[in-house]
Nanobody, 120 residues
């Protein structure tokens, strides 16, 4: 079994910054892609950013130029640096990882999420 635990959310004023972290632990052979998704009240979960094991990144248009995703493979950790935050960034942010377990079985895992609230 694999667990993803997010941290770093909170309340921030518009224009401010936050850094989210997500640590993966458990029966891990290899972590493939990792990413961040968010879900605002009354809306569907949407992609924020992803990063491959090789470091290739992909961003939603709404966060390009403001958010930066990175990962530390040695620590099984993915980060999301969020700058110039806007009220519309308010959501629960979930970590996602495509993990190959020690038994060589691959599947997606999700964290429980961390709340980000941006006040105007």
């Amino acid at each position: 079994q694999v667990q993803l635990v997010e941290s770093g959310g909170g309340l921030v004023q518009a224009g401010g910054s936050l850094r989210l972290s997500c640590v993966a632990s458990g029966s891990i052979y290899r972590i493939n892609a990792m990413g961040w998704y968010r879900q605002a009240p009354g809306k569907q979960r949407e992609l924020v950013a992803t990063v491959t094991s090789g470091g290739r990144t992909n961003y939603a248009d709404s966060v390009k130029g403001r958010f930066t995703i990175s990962r530390d493979n040695a620590l099984n950790t993915v980060y999301l640096q969020m700058n110039s935050l806007k009220p519309e960034d308010t959501a629960v942010y979930h970590c996602n990882a495509d993990v190959t377990s020690a038994s060589y079985y691959s599947r997606d895992y999700w964290g429980r999420g961390t709340q980000v609230t941006v006040s105007s």
